[in-house]
């Protein structure tokens, strides 16, 4: 509230002039008030607010601004996946709001890895010397972005990255896997050659038949089939 003593009425006025959605109104009539709803972010600017009546005025100075709330914080990714050793930088991608804006972490971050306060960078290297998040698959933070007026949060998982690429090569590597692999092949080979010897059974004695002009005994036509093939 805005107050003045002095014999009224009183004529009230501003300068430079109010935000737009901003107006000042009497309240009674030694008081004011500045009101309204402000429809854009505004900086810091200071205000001279002059109440005058017909024997003189008086001036007071108020600073103002019209700041939003932090919105709409993304990352590139929510999932950061992470290697001992190897340093990784991730930052904001889109923020809306007024700055300043800080931010902070709703938990503590894996060993060697940290939150720029300022920029809301996620930057560092894990260490080999933190067991605790190294035993762990992932963990869960939100990170959030505040300002005077308001604040956001954004989740991101952290992920041990070299955990989960070590069960992949080592199923892909399993020596298990591989003989399985190998035994159908074989046995691919096996139902191939077994196919081929049952056409030629089929066809070769035929071929003799009409060859010879005679019938061979079975066991003169098995002979002629093997040596056949192995001329061929």
């Not at 060859?211 to 093939?229: A, F, H, K, S, T």
Request: glycine content about 8%; aromatic content about 4%; charged content about 20%.
């Amino acid at each position: 509230n805005l107050t003045v003593a002095g014999q009224p009425p009183f004529e009230w006025t501003v300068a430079p002039r109010l935000p737009p959605g901003l107006d000042i109104m009497l309240v009674d009539d030694h008081s004011a008030q500045i009101l309204g709803v402000p429809q854009s972010e505004e900086h810091s600017v200071e205000y001279a607010v002059c109440a005058r009546n017909r024997l003189g005025s008086s001036v007071t100075h108020v600073s103002m601004s019209v700041m939003t709330q932090p919105g709409m914080l993304a990352y590139p990714t929510n999932l950061l996946q992470l290697t001992p050793g190897v340093p990784v930088r991730l930052q904001v991608g889109t923020l809306e709001g007024s700055r300043p804006i800080n931010f902070k972490c709703d938990q503590l971050l894996p060993q060697g890895l940290k939150l720029d306060a300022k920029t809301g960078a996620v930057c560092g290297a894990i260490s080999l010397g933190d067991p605790s998040f190294l035993e762990r698959e992932e963990m869960v933070v939100n990170i959030y972005a505040a300002n005077t007026v308001g604040s956001c949060v954004f989740e991101l998982t952290i992920c041990n990255g070299p955990r989960s690429a070590f069960h992949q090569t080592e199923a892909a590597t399993n020596p298990k896997s591989i003989q399985i692999r190998d035994m159908r092949i074989l046995t691919g080979q096996n139902e191939l050659r077994k196919q081929k010897e049952t056409e030629r059974n089929s066809i070769l004695p035929h071929a003799i038949l009409a060859i010879g002009g005679r019938v061979l005994p079975p066991d003169e036509q098995q002979v002629d089939m093997y040596e056949d093939e192995e001329e061929y």
